[in-house]
C-alpha cells in the first residue's frame, strides 16, 4: 500500500533551517509529484509547493520562494523540504503528499516543526 | 483569509444528512477540480474527494460531492460518531498558480 513516513519532530531557534524527509513507498516513486503542505497550531492546511519527481521542476508558493527548497533522492524514494529563516510563525506541522497533478492524495503523518528561542 | 470559503462549523444529529459548501470563484473552483479532504482530530489529512465528484477505492458512498459553477458542496448521508473531524474543499488556482484550501468545517455529530 501507498506509505510516506516523514522525518520525527524538530525544535530550531528562530533564524535557524529546518530539513523534513518524506520517504515512500508502495508506488512508482518517479510516477507523481510531492507536494508539501503545512498547519499552525489550531489552523487550516496551507500549501508551500510541489516538485516534479519526473524532472525536479518545482513550483513553490509565492509566500515561501526564496525560503523553501524541495528536493528528492529516487535512489532512496525520498523527498526532502528545507525552509530557512525560521521565526515563531513557521510554527507547525508539515506535511508531505503524493501529488498527481490535481490533488494531493496520500498523505504523511506529518512532522512537527517548533521554532522558539 | 483562505481563497476558499468553507463554513466553520456545522452539526447534525446521528444518522442524519449533512452538506459543507466551499465558495470560490472563476479563477480556482470555477475552472479546475475541487477535491475534500477530511481531517480527524490529531492526525493527518485523508482524501475522500478528487475530480469534484470521484471517490477513491475504501471511501464509502456515504460520502459524495458536486460543483456547480464557482461552488463545490460535499454530503456525508448516515451520520456516524466517528464522521466528527475537519472537513477540508481545495482546488487549483490560475491566477494564484498554487493549490488553495478552505479554511475547513468542523463537523460535529451530536
Known amino acids: 500500500q501507498v506509505q510516506l513516513v516523514q522525518s520525527g519532530a524538530e525544535v530550531k531557534k528562530p533564524g535557524a533551517s529546518v530539513k523534513v524527509s518524506c520517504k515512500t513507498s508502495?508506488?512508482?516513486?518517479?510516477?507523481?509529484?510531492i507536494t508539501w503542505v503545512r498547519q499552525a497550531p489550531g489552523q487550516g492546511l496551507e500549501w508551500m509547493g510541489w516538485i516534479s519527481i519526473y524532472n525536479d521542476n518545482t513550483n513553490y508558493a509565492q509566500k515561501f520562494r526564496g525560503r523553501v527548497t524541495m528536493t528528492t533522492d529516487s535512489s532512496t524514494s525520498t523527498a526532502y523540504m528545507e525552509l530557512r529563516s525560521l521565526t515563531s510563525d513557521d510554527t507547525a506541522v508539515y506535511y508531505c503528499?503524493?501529488?498527481?497533478?490535481?490533488?494531493?492524495?496520500?498523505w504523511g503523518q506529518g512532522t512537527l516543526v517548533t521554532v522558539s528561542s | 483569509q483562505s481563497v476558499l470559503t468553507q463554513p466553520p462549523s456545522v452539526s447534525a444529529a446521528p444518522g442524519q444528512k449533512v452538506t459543507i459548501s466551499c465558495s470560490g470563484s472563476s479563477s480556482n473552483i470555477g475552472k479546475n477540480y475541487v477535491s475534500w479532504y477530511q481531517q480527524l482530530p490529531g492526525t493527518a489529512p485523508k482524501f475522500l474527494i478528487y475530480d469534484n465528484d470521484k471517490r477513491p477505492s475504501g471511501i464509502p458512498d456515504r460520502f459524495s460531492a458536486s460543483k456547480s459553477g464557482t461552488s463545490a458542496t460535499l454530503g456525508i448521508t448516515g451520520l456516524q460518531t466517528g464522521d466528527e473531524a475537519d472537513y477540508y474543499c481545495?482546488?487549483?488556482?490560475?491566477?494564484?498558480?498554487?493549490?488553495?484550501f478552505g479554511g475547513g468545517t468542523k463537523l460535529t455529530v451530536l
Open positions: 503528499a503524493r501529488y498527481p497533478g490535481n490533488y494531493p492524495d496520500y
Open positions: 481545495g482546488t487549483w488556482d490560475s491566477s494564484l498558480s498554487a493549490v488553495v
Open positions: 508502495g508506488y512508482t516513486f518517479t510516477s507523481y509529484g
